[in-house]
Structure formats: structure tokens, C-alpha cells
């Protein structure tokens, strides 16, 4: 499955910002789909995720009760998967390349993914 990611830009500590992945096909009862971010020179984090029926979701402990992730599922096969990440209270520490991923088993590890977007940059600050 192929990912595109949008939706990041700069802003002022305490925003909100909106990310948006779109996937090349259908994902239901097929792939979980997550976020992750990265700072050049680091490791990729994980930063949330959810299961291919949207009922379970995992969230890194760094942003739980800040960020939401959600899942659209396409109406028809014509129609493409979406998977999103509402982000809120943004804090500097926030601002990295962040990037949607897609794979088999519900996890924080990023090596079990294998899919990849092409990240989307958010900056956090004033």
C-alpha cells in the first residue's frame, strides 16, 4: 500500500494542527495504520496508532490526551482509506517529521511496519 501524507506547517505553541494520510487502497481488515516522528539524528517514535477494525488504538504516553488518531474507512471500493492525526496543545518538543505508516500487527515498534508515507514536517513555535 502506498501512503501521502499532508497537512503540517508551523505553529505557535498550544495549536492545533491536522494530519491527514491517504492510502492507495483499501485498509480495512487488512494493515493497522500509525504515526510515527522523527528528528534528524534520532530514532523514529511512535506516536499513535490503530488497529485495521478502528477499535483498538495505542497512543505514546508523550501525547496521550493531546493527539487523536482516526480512521476513515472508503465507502466503496473506488474510495481510498484515510487515516488521520488531530494534534492539540502542541508543545516545541512536538516539532518533528512526522510520518504515517501501515502494517500487520498493532505496535509501537516501527520495524513491524511496511509501509511508509513521506512525512510531512510540523514546527512548533513562536
Known amino acids: 500500500v502506498q501512503l501521502q501524507a499532508s497537512g503540517g506547517g508551523l505553529v505557535q505553541p498550544g495549536g492545533s494542527l491536522r494530519l491527514s494520510c491517504v492510502a492507495s487502497?483499501?485498509?480495512?481488515?487488512?494493515?493497522?495504520l500509525a504515526w510515527f516522528r522523527q528528528l534528524p539524528g534520532k530514532e523514529r517514535d511512535f506516536v499513535a496508532a490503530v488497529s485495521w477494525t478502528g477499535g483498538t488504538i495505542y497512543y505514546a504516553d508523550s501525547v496521550r490526551g493531546r493527539f487523536t488518531i482516526s480512521k476513515v474507512v472508503a465507502p466503496d471500493s473506488n474510495s481510498k482509506d484515510t487515516v488521520y492525526l488531530q494534534m492539540n496543545g502542541l508543545k516545541p518538543e512536538d516539532t518533528a517529521i512526522y510520518y504515517c505508516?501501515?502494517?500487520?500487527?498493532?505496535?509501537?515498534?516501527?520495524?513491524?511496519?511496511?509501509?511508509w508515507g513521506q512525512g510531512t514536517l510540523v514546527t512548533v513555535s513562536s
Open positions: 505508516a501501515a502494517g500487520g500487527p498493532l505496535t509501537r515498534d516501527p520495524a513491524e511496519y511496511t509501509s
Open positions: 487502497e483499501r485498509t480495512f481488515m487488512r494493515y493497522t
